[in-house]
């Protein structure tokens, strides 16, 4: 693929938490509620204008309790005007329908992963069956889906899903790469998942998400050809081998730094959410 010269605005998702980092790893993840609002603020502060929402118990355990959904995003709302609230319907949290019982709650976004793969120690299961229930809430409440690719099956399920119109609004593709198990972070495939989602899905937009020590090289290629790009402790807690990230605000400033090496812009959440098409609610 040849290089795209492209002065777009790129859009910065901050994922602040996750569901497997805990303070073991770096005391600086945030944990509780009013933590991961004061996170989220630094990182919209910062750049970010997306949050990609988990949410755990007070020892730190995973969590997919609603309540505890809808406090995130008040707060966020509060302190982050015009922010995107993305929420997770990841598996890790939770159980079947249990991962979509927050969407009544109507975030902006919630991620989609609309097929199976495998992770470090166990299989990522998303039957048929509960992605047509996650997409049918979604359309019920006016959620805009982030299709989760962990690999190229899903990409081509995603299109299926669109034509159908069992997915509503305009697509929004994310490539996760650097999953133990799943699609490790190959540059040429990265260029085959641009060039399948411009032609099956020639309207949608994409980003990407590295894992660990794979976050800034697929941020630097997501930037470099054109896309969106997702960073923060959810997926990475380090900043180099040996040097842990002091916040999420840290690393949505690194991830600026390589779109200033391109010559991209910054979204802010104006301009993030005319390029989604997603409206402020109100």
Known sequence: M??????????????ITGSVPTKNNNPNIPISINEQIESTQQAFEAGASIVHCHVRNDDGSVSSDPIKFKKLKDGITKFCPGMIIQFSTGGRSGSGRERGYMLPHCPDMASLTVGSNNFPNRVYENSPELI??????????????????????????????????????KPYIQFVMGVKNAMPADRKVFEFYVETVKRLMPSANWCAAGIGKYQKIINEWSIELGGHTRTGMEDNIRISKDQLASSNAQLVSLTKEICSKYDRPVANWKEARKILDIPLRT
């Open 132 to 169: 047509d229930w996650l997409s049918s809430e979604m359309i019920r409440y006016n959620i805009i889906p982030e299709i989760e690719a962990f690999d190229l099956s899903h990409i081509f399920q995603a299109s299926q899903l669109f034509n159908h119109n069992r997915i509503k609004g």
């Open 2 to 15: 040849n290089k795209i010269i492209n002065k777009n605005p790129c859009i910065i998702c901050v994922a």
